[in-house]
């Protein structure tokens, strides 16, 4: 037997001469677009979080290691010292500088990124990543970003020029930039890594740097699970000694993901005021169905009924409206976040650019959710719904019997 409050509940929730209320449709599409935009903008921000961090440990080591008080020496000897720990997946020297890289008349000022060729594939993801040419970094082959090559107009076989800095730093002396011929383009599908980034052998680094007598800047230093950053921090500490500092990829980017933590918050706080002005919807519709009602309600207190039964009724009343809207919610938000390239592309063909790589980055809009996101907004939603039900259903409960049935 369904209980009375649930009863009467579904009784107000459809009308006599019609199917369904407007003001019930009404409120209930309320509740489902607050669900749907808050899910939605929710996962994307996630995504961002997640695909961010996906791009950065494709590109850039777990950990660094760098000499305090100069550049790296004997290199070999600490590349084999680190790979005997327990969960390092791989080890390389590099050096890092930033040249003038010149083809044609074209110029720009890439960080030339120089690493050992035997070592490269296993510090980075980039051999995995080529959409053109080779990846090789033997000689005097280099290989670089697709935004970059096509802001200089590279291509596979063709030559540049690096002009080392050592010419500004050092004015009595001049260099003569080191020609250089492009063995592959890669693409990671972010902006920083593919416009901005050279990679070549760690001897024409050390030309470009003037590490003559060898050594080099700093270790990258790969592990089996980058998550574990802390602990293998420690590790390597305590290994190499204080006159190494250590750094993780989490320090190298914590401003980006602190700035992400922070927008994703504030987002979801300002969405709350959509879906908080969605839910009052409900109580509006509770207030109408009470003042249509006023009759019936004093007729079910004279016969007997308490307060709470008819409170209940009403609360009842405004779950069915919420819940429904929350499930419609969630199911038109998977539905967006599911077509969200199909959405994206066909704005595009239309000349609306919403996601330009230029601006955020990244070559698509990424998304992620979890089941347990989803279920801390339906919470969220409910929790709201329930006080927005309580007075709406106090007044109905509060209502005299006499006055009630003299209500015209």
Known sequence: MTPFP???????????????????????????LGVAILIIVLSVMTGFDG?????????????????????VEQEEALCRTVEALPGITGVAPVIATRVLMRH???????????????????????????????????????VLGGDLAAQ?????????????????MHQDEFHLPEELVVAG????????????????????????VGLDRGGAHALYVMTDDPFRFEEYALLLQETLGSEFSI?????????????????????????????VVAVFCVTNTLIVITVQKTREIGLLKALGFSAWRITAAFVCLGWIQCLVGIVAGIGTALLVLFNLKRIVHA????????????????DEIPWDTSPGEILNVALFVMVFCTVASIFPAWRAARLDPVEALRHE
Do not use: C
């Not at 009863?7 to 599409?29: D, G, H, Q």
């Not at 050992?116 to 000689?139: I, Q, W």
């Not at 993780?248 to 504030?266: G, N």
């Open 6 to 32: 649930l009863f009467l509940a579904l009784k107000y929730l459809k009308p006599k001469r019609t199917v369904l209320s407007v003001v019930t449709i009404l409120s209930v599409l309320g509740v489902l």
């Open 347 to 362: 704005l595009s063909r239309i000349d609306i650019e919403v996601f330009p790589k230029q601006i955020y980055g990244l």
């Open 104 to 142: 044609g008349e074209r110029t720009a000022a890439p960080i030339v990124i120089g690493i050992d060729p035997d070592r490269a594939s296993s510090v980075t993801k980039v051999p995995s990543n080529m959409v053109a040419g080779v990846f090789s970094l033997e000689d005097d082959l280099f």
């Open 51 to 71: 695909m961010w961090r996906e791009k950065i440990l494709s590109f850039k080591p777990h950990a660094t290691v760098v000499h305090r008080y100069g550049a």
């Open 247 to 275: 750094s993780t990829w989490v320090d190298e980017d914590r401003v980006l993901f602190e700035a992400l933590k922070t927008e994703k918050t504030m987002m979801f706080i300002l969405l709350v005021f959509i879906t």
């Open 152 to 168: 200089l107009g590279l291509m596979p076989g063709r030559k540049a020029l690096f002009y080392s800095s050592r010419s500004v």
């Open 185 to 208: 383009i890669f693409d990671m599908g972010m902006r920083d890594y593919d416009a901005g980034f050279v990679l070549t052998s760690l001897e024409v680094a050390r030309e470009l």
